[in-house]
């Protein structure tokens, strides 16, 4: 999986709650991004990462912060977590190609 | 916005047999455009990336076509395996520079024994 480490792997967590979900990659991308999927509507991205400290948003942002305090770690937070924010949550860092891959998942839920 | 279409949410064939699978656009114009396969439970996989002046891709059994003027993309595998059953997911790269890829939301294949 090319490196990319996703914890946890599975949350259930309340309503209400601030929720932290870590990636962590050992390949010196500069661009990781963070992603969802639910069906019916495949992957979208919620934020992404340019570099240590830059980030910006994606097209489901909203309800989600993230942080990149070092190269290989992009955080990605849940304010106060709601039930439409169970999903599967990927990871993923983006080649030299403009190929992505993808961590391993962190199912998540929101009771 | 744009929009990606996969073809159907499943698609069954017999084991030796050309899957081919199918991924329209609209309202955008890629540069790039990719396949990936996904298992269940894990994250997807990089297959293919095809760009727009090419019309064609392979790799191994994979081929991949590019018709910008039809905006679609079809994914072939050729002597199809039980091995090949996942789900197949088309994405397209916007934002330049930035990578950020906007997915369809995926074909499963089944290749039956």
């Known amino acids: 999986d090319a490196g990319i480490t996703q914890s946890p792997r599975h949350k259930v967590t309340e309503t209400g709650t601030p929720v932290t979900l870590r990636c962590h990659q050992t390949?010196?991308?500069?661009?990781m991004y963070w992603y969802r999927q639910d069906p019916g509507h495949g992957l979208r991205l919620i934020h992404y990462?340019?570099?240590?400290?830059?980030?910006d948003k994606g097209e489901v942002s909203d309800g989600y912060s993230v942080s990149r305090s070092k190269t290989e770690d992009f955080l990605l937070t849940l304010e106060s977590a709601t039930s439409s924010q169970t999903s599967v949550y990927f990871c993923?860092?983006?080649?030299?190609?403009?190929?992505?891959?993808f961590g391993q998942g962190t199912r998540l839920t929101v009771v | 916005s744009q929009k990606i279409e996969q073809n159907s949410e499943a698609l069954n064939i017999q084991e030796g047999k050309t899957a081919t699978l199918t991924c329209n656009y609209t309202?955008?114009?890629?540069?790039?455009l990719q396949w990936y396969r996904q298992d269940p439970g894990r994250g997807p996989v990089f297959l293919l990336l095809?760009?727009?002046?090419?019309k064609e891709k392979r790799k191994e059994r994979l081929k991949v076509t590019f018709d910008t003027t039809l905006k679609q993309s079809l994914f072939h595998i050729t002597a199809s395996q039980p091995a090949d059953s996942a789900t197949y997911l088309c994405?397209?790269?916007?934002?330049?520079?930035?990578?950020?890829?906007?997915f369809g939301t995926g074909t499963l294949l089944a290749v039956q024994p």
């Open positions: 993923a860092i983006g080649g030299q190609g403009f190929e992505a891959f």
């Open positions: 390949e010196n991308h500069r661009y």
């Open positions: 990462s340019y570099g240590v400290k830059d980030t």
């Open positions: 309202n955008y114009s890629p540069a790039y």
């Open positions: 095809i760009r727009e002046n090419e």
């Open positions: 994405a397209l790269v916007y934002g330049g520079a930035t990578n950020k890829l906007i």
